[in-house]
């Protein structure tokens, strides 16, 4: 079928009230930067549908892409013809072709937008219905769960007629809920944490912490694929990467054995917290899950959090394993993640990290270090680049290597 149109239907956004038009301004903004490798799209969000005319664009390709727009309930592919009732008649036969078998239960759903139009909604659905039952031998109308509802809309400038109802990615638009920094690793997690922060319309910046030469550049390079794959959602995201390797060293070489990692974690949180703050951030996410490891008890996430009072938000604190595993396979991040680049933790890893850390410990080895400095001259390493969904930095990785041999 040659589609003119996809019809938007708005999720949970027309429950906002007042932010209304916010919302709908920065969907369509979304919408506009998701689909910005379709040039021929015309995109008009209206106050209760958004109309995407295609001129000609790839149906398919376009409802791959505007699938993952969060803020979205479902859409629908639709035919625009002239409002000529003979016309639509034609193309709501030729529609239904394509759906037929012996049997098969419909119903018309009209909609007018323009009441000027001479039919009402009830003579449409008439004219449209008696149509198709003289069209085909062994077809029934039923409006409770039929097998097909066309839907015919009548608007100023046409006459829609659509069947499907594709869902949306659901939540709120990427963006409305305000802008904060997720700490991602390269593990299977964070990124899903990522993702479901998205999901509830937070727009997010990675930060990602590096040890080099303890860590590779494929370490690197594995998060910022990972920030690639979670782009479409957005259309860019800002990736933070922070140099960790002297406030690892100056720990282990400072710090008793047992509380490496709840010490690196409070660096790892200060940062974040500094960085949020310099860009505007409310919050911080991460991908810590209870009782999943060491650091992610409750005594652990404690002792972790003394150093901010900002929000710590832990999107996938309640979940099991498999659970997020099932997520990760969902956006596909779970093959990247697998990979075995070793990261700055893993590397700094104590062989038998406390499971229940104590803040006083914590605070009086961390008096041993000059906190302030370290800090600050991570800071000053900082990296900051723009991902999009297609980039590439594994590949062109192992060309590299490929050129090496
Ligand atoms: P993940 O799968 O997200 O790596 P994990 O189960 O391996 O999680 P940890 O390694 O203990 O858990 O890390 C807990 C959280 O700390 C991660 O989810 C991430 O948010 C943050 N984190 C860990 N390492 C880094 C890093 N190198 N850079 C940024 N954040 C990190
Ligand atoms: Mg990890």
Redesign the pocket.
Known sequence: MQYSEIMVRYGELSTKGKNRKNFIDRLGYNVRQALHEFPNLKIAAHRDRMHIQLNGEDSEKVMARLGQVFGIQNFSPSVKVERDVKKVQAMAIEMMKEKYHPGLTFKINTRRSDHKFKYDTNAMNDLLGGTILQAFDDIHVKMKDPDVTLRCEVRPDGIFLSYGKINGAGGLPVGTAGKAM??????????V?GYLAMKRGVAIEM????SPPYTSEQALNK?KQLTAKLAPYVGTIKFIQVP?TEIQEKIKHEVPEGYLMTIQ?RF?LRLAEKIAKKRKGLAI?????LG??A??TLESMAAINDVTTMPVLRPVLSMDKNEIIEIAQKIDTFDL?IQPFE???TVFAPPAPKTKPRIDRARQYEERLDVDGLIQRALDGIQITEINSSDEFMNANQESFAELL
């Open positions: 997720l700490m991602l690793s390269g593990g299977i997690d964070s990124p944490a930060v990602h912490f590096f998060a960790f974690r790892m996410f991460n991908g810590e899950a999943q490891v650091s992610q993640s990261d700055c933790c």
